[in-house]
Nanobody, 119 residues
Framework: QGQLAESGGGLVQAGESLRLSCAASGRTFRGRTMGWFRQAPGKEREFVAAINGSGVRKDYADFVKGRFTISRDILKNTVALQMNNLKPEDTAVYYC????????????WGQGTQVTVSS
């Protein structure tokens, strides 16, 4: 139930930063693990980062290398991904997702926002 909508993507040069935001509507995703994924043309969708319901625990893909930070605002019902020192290989469509209540998988997805990093 509910919908997710990403925003904040754009075209930047290598080394620059972007902040993606994921807004939930229709219902709150409080208490659910939220994640960011990305997919480049011809590539499989890959995990980027996740944050648990309380916002205390976070997981990151190895390729983030400390560059990205995931956070959530319970009152605003939003999840953000701060991306610093972007690299051309970060170019992809970034998706926000919510994990199912049983924590077995992600069952709600946004439509994605394009991030393009030029060298």
């Amino acid at each position: 139930q509910g919908q997710l909508a990403e925003s904040g993507g754009g075209l930047v040069q290598a080394g620059e930063s972007l902040r993606l935001s994921c807004a939930a509507s229709g219902r709150t995703f409080r208490g659910r693990t939220m994640g960011w994924f990305r997919q480049a043309p011809g590539k499989e969708r890959e995990f980027v980062a996740a944050i648990n319901g309380s916002g205390v625990r976070k997981d990151y893909a190895d390729f983030v290398k400390g560059r990205f930070t995931i956070s959530r605002d319970i009152l605003k019902n939003t999840v953000a991904l701060q991306m610093n020192n972007l690299k051309p290989e970060d170019t992809a469509v970034y998706y926000c997702a919510a994990k199912a209540a049983n924590n077995k998988g992600y069952d709600a997805w946004g439509q994605g926002t394009q991030v393009t990093v030029s060298s």
